[in-house]
T-cell receptor, first 117, second 111 residues
């Protein structure tokens, strides 16, 4: 079974530029998550989708971050304009069961490492 | 607001030792608890998942326990090997899947 796919793996940009990350979850997984992991810290949830609807985006900096999950499968996370403090690894994860009925096991991709200069 | 703390932040042990990693959380109303492993430059690999109704889970040399009432979990690694060197992350989950992570314990097992 293929895992969670993410691209690009690495991206270096100047501050105030824009960047987009792509995620393809495990086939059949209804729930998709984007986490931000700053060096030396644990991951922090940015946004959670259930199919193509948003469940939780309370920690997403909406003035510069946006995310979408068209057709309930792939997802993109965009940052525009980027700031120095956005340097981090952006992890995508997916889980099988729908809200309220899940065992809660998440499967993570390898992440996209962003460096903002 | 749920907060998760992991102790110690870093641990260095000789090969063959048994070791314990600790995780504590402030809100006992959790749905589950997961332990993950993260290798440098890699994503997270799920090691063990404990549902809120369970007390422990075992997989090979790993054993994780959960005490909801005291807000604690431990990950026990038996007979450690150099290949166990990695960052170990504890995360508590809600019923709709959101995970709150600790900062991790960096484990080094030297030959």
């Amino acid at each position: 079974e293929a895992g969670v796919a993410q691209s690009p793996r690495y991206k270096i940009i100047e501050k105030r530029q824009s960047v987009a990350f792509w995620c393809n979850p495990i086939s059949g997984h209804a729930t998709l998550y984007w986490y931000q992991q700053i060096l030396g810290q644990g991951p922090k949830l940015l946004i959670q989708f259930q199919n193509n609807g948003v469940v939780d985006d309370s920690q997403l900096p909406k003035d510069r971050f946006s995310a979408e999950r068209l057709k309930g499968v792939d997802s993109t996370l965009k940052i525009q304009p980027a700031k120095l403090e956005d340097s981090a690894v952006y992890l995508c994860a997916s889980s099988l069961e729908p809200e309220g009925a899940n065992t809660g096991e998440l499967f993570f991709g390898e992440g996209s490492r962003l460096t903002v200069l | 607001k749920q907060e998760v703390t992991q102790i110690p932040a870093a641990l260095s042990v000789p090969e063959g030792e048994n070791l314990v990693l600790n995780c504590s959380f402030t809100d006992s109303a959790i749905y589950n608890l997961q332990w993950f492993r993260q290798d440098p430059g890699k994503g997270l690999t799920s090691l063990l998942l404990i549902q809120s109704s369970q007390r422990e889970q075992t997989s090979g040399r790993l054993n994780a326990s959960l005490d909801k009432s005291s807000g604690r979990s431990t990950l026990y690694i038996a007979a450690s090997q150099p290949g166990d060197s990695a960052t170990y992350l504890c995360a508590v989950g809600t019923s709709y899947g959101k995970l709150t992570f600790g900062q991790g314990t960096i484990l080094t097992v030297h030959p």
